[in-house]
T-cell receptor
Protein backbone atom coordinates (compact mmCIF):
# COMPACT_ATOMS: atom_id res chain seq x y z
CA UNK A 1 0.00 0.00 0.00
CA UNK A 2 1.21 3.47 -0.80
CA UNK A 3 1.84 5.86 2.04
CA UNK A 4 3.84 6.11 5.19
CA UNK A 5 3.77 3.42 7.84
CA UNK A 6 5.23 3.07 11.30
CA UNK A 7 5.90 0.00 13.40
CA UNK A 8 5.23 -0.99 16.03
CA UNK A 9 2.12 1.09 16.72
CA UNK A 10 2.42 0.48 20.46
CA UNK A 11 5.45 -0.48 22.48
CA UNK A 12 6.10 -0.94 26.18
CA UNK A 13 9.69 -1.29 27.28
CA UNK A 14 11.85 -0.91 30.35
CA UNK A 15 14.38 1.69 31.31
CA UNK A 16 17.79 0.96 29.82
CA UNK A 17 16.60 -1.18 26.92
CA UNK A 18 17.31 -0.39 23.31
CA UNK A 19 14.24 0.25 21.17
CA UNK A 20 13.97 0.82 17.42
CA UNK A 21 10.96 2.48 15.85
CA UNK A 22 10.54 1.85 12.14
CA UNK A 23 9.28 4.21 9.46
CA UNK A 24 8.67 3.29 5.84
CA UNK A 25 7.32 5.41 2.98
CA UNK A 26 6.45 4.36 -0.53
CA UNK A 27 6.39 7.77 -2.21
CA UNK A 28 10.18 8.03 -2.66
CA UNK A 29 10.09 11.35 -0.84
CA UNK A 30 13.60 12.64 -0.30
CA UNK A 31 12.88 14.27 3.07
CA UNK A 32 12.00 12.36 6.22
CA UNK A 33 11.47 13.47 9.80
CA UNK A 34 10.98 12.13 13.31
CA UNK A 35 8.90 14.03 15.87
CA UNK A 36 7.76 13.35 19.37
CA UNK A 37 4.50 14.69 20.73
CA UNK A 38 4.01 15.35 24.42
CA UNK A 39 1.30 17.16 26.35
CA UNK A 40 2.29 20.75 26.85
CA UNK A 41 4.99 20.67 24.20
CA UNK A 42 3.29 19.92 20.93
CA UNK A 43 5.32 18.28 18.18
CA UNK A 44 9.10 18.57 18.49
CA UNK A 45 11.60 17.57 15.84
CA UNK A 46 14.08 14.89 16.86
CA UNK A 47 16.01 14.18 13.66
CA UNK A 48 15.52 14.78 9.97
CA UNK A 49 17.03 13.60 6.74
CA UNK A 50 17.37 15.26 3.35
CA UNK A 51 18.31 12.06 1.50
CA UNK A 52 19.81 8.63 2.02
CA UNK A 53 22.92 8.84 4.22
CA UNK A 54 22.22 12.50 5.11
CA UNK A 55 20.78 13.14 8.56
CA UNK A 56 20.76 16.07 10.95
CA UNK A 57 19.70 16.86 14.49
CA UNK A 58 16.47 18.62 15.33
CA UNK A 59 15.38 20.30 18.55
CA UNK A 60 15.54 17.28 20.89
CA UNK A 61 18.07 14.72 19.55
CA UNK A 62 19.68 13.59 22.81
CA UNK A 63 19.24 9.89 23.49
CA UNK A 64 18.22 9.07 19.92
CA UNK A 65 20.07 7.72 16.90
CA UNK A 66 18.88 7.56 13.29
CA UNK A 67 20.11 6.06 10.07
CA UNK A 68 18.96 6.25 6.48
CA UNK A 69 20.62 3.68 4.28
CA UNK A 70 17.64 3.58 1.90
CA UNK A 71 15.39 6.42 0.78
CA UNK A 72 12.22 4.69 1.94
CA UNK A 73 13.29 3.79 5.50
CA UNK A 74 14.17 6.01 8.43
CA UNK A 75 14.48 4.04 11.68
CA UNK A 76 14.77 5.79 15.04
CA UNK A 77 16.67 4.06 17.84
CA UNK A 78 16.56 4.81 21.53
CA UNK A 79 19.91 3.46 22.65
CA UNK A 80 19.04 3.23 26.35
CA UNK A 81 15.41 4.15 26.95
CA UNK A 82 14.50 6.50 29.78
CA UNK A 83 11.09 7.31 31.28
CA UNK A 84 11.30 10.82 29.82
CA UNK A 85 11.20 9.23 26.36
CA UNK A 86 7.65 8.00 26.95
CA UNK A 87 5.81 9.76 24.17
CA UNK A 88 3.99 9.43 20.88
CA UNK A 89 6.44 9.35 17.99
CA UNK A 90 5.49 10.49 14.50
CA UNK A 91 7.45 9.94 11.34
CA UNK A 92 6.83 12.23 8.38
CA UNK A 93 8.02 12.57 4.81
CA UNK A 94 7.81 15.19 2.12
CA UNK A 95 9.06 16.05 -1.33
CA UNK A 96 11.10 19.28 -1.50
CA UNK A 97 9.16 22.48 -0.76
CA UNK A 98 5.96 20.69 0.04
CA UNK A 99 3.89 19.80 3.08
CA UNK A 100 4.89 16.91 5.30
CA UNK A 101 2.81 13.77 5.40
CA UNK A 102 2.63 12.04 8.75
CA UNK A 103 2.60 8.38 9.66
CA UNK A 104 0.06 6.95 12.13
CA UNK A 105 2.39 7.28 15.12
CA UNK A 106 3.96 4.92 17.65
CA UNK A 107 2.93 5.17 21.28
CA UNK A 108 5.97 4.28 23.38
CA UNK A 109 5.84 3.70 27.12
CA UNK A 110 9.07 3.32 29.09
CA UNK A 111 8.56 1.78 32.53
CA UNK B 1 11.06 30.30 24.06
CA UNK B 2 8.45 28.98 21.66
CA UNK B 3 8.95 30.05 18.07
CA UNK B 4 5.29 29.45 17.26
CA UNK B 5 2.51 30.50 19.63
CA UNK B 6 -1.10 29.54 19.11
CA UNK B 7 -4.15 30.99 20.78
CA UNK B 8 -6.46 30.17 22.28
CA UNK B 9 -5.21 26.85 23.63
CA UNK B 10 -8.75 25.55 23.78
CA UNK B 11 -12.10 26.65 22.49
CA UNK B 12 -15.61 25.28 22.99
CA UNK B 13 -18.35 26.36 20.60
CA UNK B 14 -21.74 25.20 19.36
CA UNK B 15 -22.49 23.91 15.91
CA UNK B 16 -22.97 26.73 13.47
CA UNK B 17 -20.61 29.12 15.22
CA UNK B 18 -17.67 30.70 13.42
CA UNK B 19 -14.25 30.41 15.01
CA UNK B 20 -10.91 32.10 14.46
CA UNK B 21 -7.69 30.42 15.52
CA UNK B 22 -4.51 32.44 15.84
CA UNK B 23 -0.89 31.66 15.19
CA UNK B 24 2.04 34.02 15.73
CA UNK B 25 5.63 33.16 15.00
CA UNK B 26 9.19 34.31 15.22
CA UNK B 27 11.77 32.56 13.03
CA UNK B 28 14.89 33.83 11.33
CA UNK B 29 14.45 32.53 7.79
CA UNK B 30 10.73 32.14 7.21
CA UNK B 31 9.78 29.91 4.33
CA UNK B 32 6.16 28.90 4.87
CA UNK B 33 3.42 28.49 7.44
CA UNK B 34 1.30 25.36 7.57
CA UNK B 35 -1.92 24.40 9.29
CA UNK B 36 -2.70 20.81 10.25
CA UNK B 37 -5.73 19.13 11.83
CA UNK B 38 -5.17 16.34 14.34
CA UNK B 39 -7.97 14.05 15.49
CA UNK B 40 -6.38 11.62 17.97
CA UNK B 41 -4.12 10.30 15.24
CA UNK B 42 -1.65 11.67 12.72
CA UNK B 43 -1.86 15.34 11.75
CA UNK B 44 -3.46 15.90 8.37
CA UNK B 45 -2.53 18.82 6.16
CA UNK B 46 -4.90 21.75 5.68
CA UNK B 47 -3.04 24.71 4.20
CA UNK B 48 0.39 25.97 3.27
CA UNK B 49 0.85 29.74 3.16
CA UNK B 50 3.86 31.52 1.76
CA UNK B 51 2.61 34.94 0.66
CA UNK B 52 0.99 37.68 2.71
CA UNK B 53 -2.60 38.65 2.16
CA UNK B 54 -3.60 35.76 -0.10
CA UNK B 55 -6.44 33.80 1.42
CA UNK B 56 -6.48 30.06 0.98
CA UNK B 57 -9.86 28.42 1.16
CA UNK B 58 -11.15 24.89 1.39
CA UNK B 59 -14.86 24.54 1.99
CA UNK B 60 -15.68 26.15 5.33
CA UNK B 61 -12.03 26.61 6.24
CA UNK B 62 -9.89 29.53 5.22
CA UNK B 63 -6.54 30.92 6.23
CA UNK B 64 -4.45 34.00 5.64
CA UNK B 65 -0.90 35.04 6.45
CA UNK B 66 0.52 38.40 7.49
CA UNK B 67 4.30 38.30 7.10
CA UNK B 68 4.73 41.86 8.31
CA UNK B 69 2.98 41.21 11.63
CA UNK B 70 4.17 37.58 11.75
CA UNK B 71 0.87 35.86 12.25
CA UNK B 72 -1.76 33.76 10.57
CA UNK B 73 -5.40 33.00 11.27
CA UNK B 74 -7.47 29.96 10.50
CA UNK B 75 -11.20 30.56 10.17
CA UNK B 76 -13.85 27.90 10.33
CA UNK B 77 -17.38 28.98 9.46
CA UNK B 78 -20.60 27.10 10.29
CA UNK B 79 -18.72 24.68 12.54
CA UNK B 80 -19.77 21.04 12.75
CA UNK B 81 -19.07 18.39 15.36
CA UNK B 82 -16.64 16.82 12.91
CA UNK B 83 -14.47 19.92 13.19
CA UNK B 84 -13.61 18.95 16.77
CA UNK B 85 -9.85 18.40 16.76
CA UNK B 86 -6.54 19.93 17.66
CA UNK B 87 -5.43 22.47 15.06
CA UNK B 88 -1.69 22.77 14.71
CA UNK B 89 0.22 25.67 13.24
CA UNK B 90 3.76 25.07 12.02
CA UNK B 91 6.36 27.40 10.55
CA UNK B 92 9.03 26.22 8.18
CA UNK B 93 12.43 27.79 8.57
CA UNK B 94 15.04 27.41 5.86
CA UNK B 95 17.26 29.09 3.33
CA UNK B 96 17.38 28.63 -0.41
CA UNK B 97 16.97 25.05 -1.47
CA UNK B 98 18.17 23.50 1.79
CA UNK B 99 15.82 21.28 3.74
CA UNK B 100 13.56 23.38 5.92
CA UNK B 101 12.66 22.54 9.51
CA UNK B 102 9.17 22.78 10.92
CA UNK B 103 8.49 24.35 14.29
CA UNK B 104 5.07 23.53 15.70
CA UNK B 105 2.87 25.45 18.06
CA UNK B 106 1.18 23.62 20.94
CA UNK B 107 -2.12 23.56 19.12
CA UNK B 108 -5.66 24.78 19.70
CA UNK B 109 -8.11 22.18 20.98
CA UNK B 110 -11.46 22.93 19.32
CA UNK B 111 -14.58 21.26 20.67
CA UNK B 112 -17.85 21.70 18.80
CA UNK B 113 -21.01 20.77 20.71
CA UNK B 114 -24.15 19.76 18.83
Amino acid sequence: DAGITQSPRYKITETGRQVTLMCHQTWSHSYMFWYRQDLGHGLRLIYYSAAADITDKGEVPDGYVVSRSKTENFPLTLESATRSQTSVYFCASSPPNNEQFFGPGTRLTVL
Amino acid sequence: EDKVVQSPLSLVVHEGDTVTLNCSYEVTNFRSLLWYKQEKKAPTFLFMLTSSGIEKKSGRLSSILDKKELFSILNITATQTGDSAVYLCAVEEGRGSTLGRLYFGRGTQLTVWP
